[in-house]
């Protein structure tokens, strides 16, 4: 299972905002934010929303629309 934990980084340590009990030697994937993180959710959103919208298979409700 997958979880998301907001953290900060002080003196080269990473610093988990929240408790939570992570076992010893778990594998853990670190993702470095842009200082401006409104961007960042931004552009992350319109990709998601692309490949929801921006799809062949709805080609047919235009059509339909256009009829």
Do not use: C, H
């Given at each position: 299972?997958?979880?998301?934990?907001?953290?900060?980084?002080?003196?080269?340590?990473?610093?988990?905002?929240?408790?939570?009990?992570?076992?010893?030697?778990?594998?853990?994937?670190?993702?470095?934010?842009?200082?401006?993180?409104?961007?960042?959710?931004?552009?992350?959103?319109?990709?998601?929303?692309?490949?929801?919208?921006?799809?062949?298979?709805?080609?047919?409700?235009?059509?339909l629309l256009?009829?």
């Amino acid at each position: 299972m997958l979880k998301t934990l907001w953290a900060t980084v002080r003196q080269g340590k990473i610093e988990l905002l929240e408790s939570e009990e992570i076992p010893e030697g778990t594998k853990v994937l670190v993702t470095i934010l842009p200082e401006n993180e409104t961007e960042f959710w931004l552009q992350a959103s319109q990709t998601s929303l692309d490949s929801v919208w921006n799809n062949v298979e709805d080609d047919v409700y235009a059509e339909l629309l256009q009829e």
